[in-house]
């Protein structure tokens, strides 16, 4: 199971990494991907709006069931990766690279510090 240390981490299985322009990427984790077994779909309708964290702002939809996707910051969504629209099976191959979910432009960077480390992470799913 892989769980890069430079990402941080949310309870609800999401990963953000900081990019150099002010905005984060995110996705979810590989032990999420894993635990929901083969995503067949993803619905994030949310460009452009501004999203409290913890709030939901999608959907993944799986062979077994369907799960909430929840901001891990206060932000404005600016992107949504459309090559997991047309093929969701990216995230389970490559939850941490092609299968990011969202773009967002950070409300308030220091929320940042309130999420997890890698370590924290692990010891979360117990690992």
Known sequence: ???PEELKYTP??????????GTATVGITDFAQSELGDIVFIDINTVGQTIAQGEI????????????????????????????????????DDPY?????????????????????A???KELIGH
Do not use: C
Not at 12 to 21: A, F, K, L, S
Not at 102 to 108: E, Y
């Open 119 to 121: 370590g924290a992470y």
């Open 57 to 92: 702002f999608g959907s993944v939809e799986a062979v077994k069931t369907v799960s909430d996707l929840f901001i891990p910051l206060t932000a404005e969504i600016v992107e949504v990766n459309q090559a997991v629209n047309d093929s969701p099976e990216l995230v389970n």
């Open 1 to 3: 199971m892989s769980i």
């Open 97 to 117: 690279g092609k299968g990011w979910m969202v773009k967002i432009k950070l409300a308030d960077p220091a929320q940042m510090d309130a999420l997890l480390s």
């Open 12 to 21: 609800d299985h999401e990963w953000v990494r900081t990019e150099t322009d």
